[in-house]
């Protein structure tokens, strides 16, 4: 019969049967370093192509939401 257990990431508890497919889910794997690379590059790709107009109101969004953090 399956019993009580905890979360070693969150500690909540969960049924014994449950708590693999919970961290799988809620915790799940980490990005790796690599795929953040990429999507930073990515990133800076789409921004050369703007225009200088559309540059200023994205650095200012991200300002804006830095501020907010």
Same mark, same amino acid.
């Given at each position: 019969?399956?019993?009580?257990? +905890?979360? =070693?990431?969150?500690? %909540? /508890?969960?049924?014994?049967?449950?708590v693999?497919?919970? %961290?799988?889910?809620?915790?799940?794997?980490?990005?790796?370093?690599?795929? *953040?690379? =990429?999507?930073?590059?990515?990133?800076?790709?789409?921004?050369? *192509? /703007?225009?200088?107009?559309?540059?200023?109101?994205? /650095?200012?969004? /991200?300002?804006? +939401?830095?501020?907010?953090?």
């Open positions: 019969m399956p019993e009580a257990v +905890r979360c =070693d990431i969150c500690g %909540k /508890l969960y049924s014994s049967s449950h693999k497919s919970h %961290k799988r889910l809620a915790h799940g794997p980490k990005r790796p370093v690599k795929a *953040t690379q =990429d999507g930073m590059v990515a990133i800076l790709e789409i921004y050369e *192509t /703007l225009s200088l107009e559309n540059k200023v109101r994205v /650095l200012s969004q /991200l300002s804006a +939401r830095a501020k907010e953090s």
